[in-house]
C-alpha cells in the first residue's frame, strides 16, 4: 500500500507565504507524475502546479509567478511553496500522485490523493 502525508496548510494575511509537502511512502518503484490541486468552496477541484512526465512544470494561470513546485525524488516529496497569497487562494489543497507500486501481489501503475490540507488567506 502507498500512503501520502500532506502537511503545511495554515491561515495567513493576503501577501504572506505558505508550503505545502506532500510525502509518498510504501512499495514505490517509481513515481511517474507529482501535482497540486485546490478545491475552493463550492467550486471543482483545480489544477494548481504539475510536473509533467517529461519534467517540466506547469501551472495555473491564476498562480503563475507566485507558486513554485518542486520535488525531492530521494524523499518521495513534492512540495509547493506560495508567496504573495491572496484571499481568493483559499481552498483545501491535494496533492496528487501516481506511482508504480507494489499493492498487495500486484505491480502496477496507481494514483492516489493525500488527505488535503487547508488553505485560508485573510485579506
Known amino acids: 500500500q502507498v500512503q501520502l502525508v500532506e502537511s503545511g496548510g495554515g491561515l495567513v494575511q493576503a501577501g504572506g507565504s505558505l508550503r505545502l509537502s506532500c510525502a509518498a511512502s510504501g512499495s514505490i518503484f517509481s513515481i511517474d507524475y507529482m501535482g497540486w490541486y485546490r478545491q475552493a468552496p463550492g467550486k471543482q477541484r483545480e489544477l494548481v502546479a504539475a510536473?509533467?512526465?517529461?519534467?517540466?512544470?506547469n501551472y495555473a494561470d491564476s498562480v503563475k509567478g507566485r507558486f513554485t513546485i518542486s520535488r525531492d525524488n530521494a524523499k518521495n516529496t513534492v512540495y509547493l511553496q506560495m508567496i504573495s497569497l491572496k484571499p481568493e487562494d483559499t481552498a483545501v489543497y491535494y496533492c496528487?500522485?501516481?506511482?508504480?507500486?507494489?499493492?498487495?501481489?500486484?505491480?502496477?501503475?496507481?494514483?492516489?490523493w493525500g488527505q488535503g490540507t487547508q488553505v485560508t488567506v485573510s485579506s
Open positions: 510536473f509533467s512526465s517529461g519534467g517540466s512544470t
Open positions: 496528487n500522485i501516481h506511482v508504480t507500486a507494489k499493492v498487495g501481489v500486484s505491480i502496477g501503475s496507481y494514483p492516489y
